[in-house]
């Protein structure tokens, strides 16, 4: 073999083993840069509620109409259905899921309603016929009918409306209003028309 030859295969040799080198720094680099990101990746729990029948789309701090109505639907058929067993399900479901003010409301409400029903041996329930959201407010309304069964329970049955404000926090729900009231839902049109009313009944009171 002549000097020459052996002489360009070495250098050729030597110029592959520094560039491969660099592959392998560059490749080594890449990798280093992906296990630091994977380490500081939160864990991320998206919270899908039972019944979702529509497009529900959710970012991190806010959520489609369809996944709020759901989450209000979840929440008014836990409230609206509550007997002596249940309860205590109902407030662990909900009490991570609501304000602290609203949390509150809601433990010395159901254990009013508890109450009652032990001492009617009733049980309340609660049938949904209607939900809506309006986007003016960001509220979601629940309407069906109540009524209370069981042994001292009354005949008949009540329009009922859960009216829920739902934001989102870390992908995950906030009840940060809820109101329960008799009768159709409190959408913009209908308080308006409320306070129209209530101000035409004024101005004759006056008038006379």
Known sequence: MKHTDFTQKWLGLQDSNKFLKIVCGFLLFVNLILVIGVLNTEKLVVLIPQGLSEQADIAQNKASEGYK?????????????????????????????????????????????LETLKEEKVSSTFEIKKVSYEPETDKVFVTGKHWISGVGAKSGSSGQTFEFKIDIKNYSPIISHLALYEGEAKIVAVVKREAAKQQTKKDQEKAK
């Open 69 to 113: 109505k759901s989450w209000g639907m979840y929440a008014a058929t836990l409230l609206g259905n509550i007997t002596p067993e249940n309860a205590d399900f109902i407030l662990e479901s909900l009490n991570d899921m609501v304000t602290p003010d609203i949390k509150l409301l809601l433990n010395d409400q159901v254990r009013n309603d």
